[in-house]
C-alpha cells in the first residue's frame, strides 16, 4: 500500500513566521504535489515536482516555495505566513513518467494549518 | 477558463441508490477521477474513466461521456459509512488534475 505521511496533521502559527510543512512518500514515486483546500472550492495546486530538486509552480504558488532534495521527501515552506493562508494543506505523490494516463494520485493525511 | 461543476451537497437514504453528477470544461481531457473525502481525512481514489462508458467496481460504478462534458458516479445498497464528499477531477492537455469543488453526501437512516 502507497503511504504518503505529513509532518503534523494541526498546527498553529503566528503572522510573519515561517512555516515548514514536511511531505513523504513510502512507493519511489517520480511525482510530488502540494495542494491547499479550503471549504467551497476544489483543491488548487501550489507547487509539483517530477524529480528530485526539480519544481513547477501550480496554480497558487505566490507566499509559498517548495524543496525536494530527496525522492520520497516534498517540502512545503511559507516564508511568512499570512491569516490568508491557514488553510487544510494535502501532499500527494504518483508514480510513473509525467504525463501519464492513470496516474492516480495519493494523498497524505492533511495538515490544518490555523495563523493567528 | 476550466471548470468542474457539480452539486454542493446530496442527501439520500439507506439502503438506496444515488447519483453524483459532474459537468466539466477543460483544455483538453485526458481522463476523469473519483475520489472520496471523509470529513477531516485525505481523499482516496475511486475510480478512472478515460473512455465512454460505465466503470463497475462494487457497488461503485462510473459513467463518462466525453462528447457531453459528463460524468457520474453511482452508488449503489448505500450504507452510513457512505457519508463524504466525492470530488471529481478531470486531467487536462497538460496532464494536470482541475479538481471540482467536492460534493458532501449525507446518508441517512
Known amino acids: 500500500d502507497v503511504k504518503v505521511t505529513q509532518s503534523s496533521r494541526y498546527l498553529v502559527k503566528r503572522t510573519g513566521e515561517k512555516v515548514f510543512l514536511e511531505c513523504v512518500q513510502d512507493?519511489?514515486?517520480?511525482?510530488m504535489f502540494w495542494y491547499r483546500q479550503d471549504p467551497g472550492l476544489g483543491l488548487r495546486l501550489i507547487y509539483f515536482s517530477y524529480d528530485v530538486k526539480m519544481k513547477e509552480k501550480g496554480d497558487i504558488p505566490e507566499g509559498y516555495s517548495v524543496s525536494r532534495e530527496k525522492k520520497e521527501r516534498f517540502s512545503l515552506i511559507l516564508e511568512s505566513a499570512s491569516t490568508n493562508q491557514t488553510s487544510m494543506y494535502l501532499c500527494a505523490s504518483s508514480g510513473g513518467v509525467s504525463g501519464g494516463g492513470q496516474e492516480t494520485q495519493y494523498f497524505g493525511p492533511g495538515t490544518r494549518l490555523l495563523v493567528l | 477558463g476550466q471548470n468542474i461543476d457539480q452539486p454542493t451537497e446530496m442527501t439520500a437514504t439507506e439502503g438506496a441508490i444515488v447519483q453524483i453528477n459532474c459537468t466539466y470544461q477543460?483544455?483538453?481531457?485526458?481522463?476523469l477521477f473519483w475520489y472520496q473525502q471523509h470529513a477531516g481525512e485525505a481523499p482516496t481514489f475511486l475510480s478512472y474513466n478515460v473512455l465512454d462508458g460505465l466503470e463497475e467496481k462494487g457497488r461503485f460504478s462510473s459513467f463518462l461521456s466525453r462528447s457531453k462534458g459528463y460524468s457520474y458516479l453511482l452508488l449503489k445498497e448505500l450504507q452510513m459509512k457512505d457519508s463524504a464528499s466525492y470530488l471529481c477531477a478531470v486531467k487536462d492537455s497538460n496532464y494536470q488534475l482541475i479538481w471540482g469543488a467536492g460534493t458532501k453526501l449525507i446518508i441517512k437512516p
Open positions: 477543460t483544455s483538453g481531457f485526458n481522463g
Open positions: 512507493m519511489d514515486h517520480e511525482n
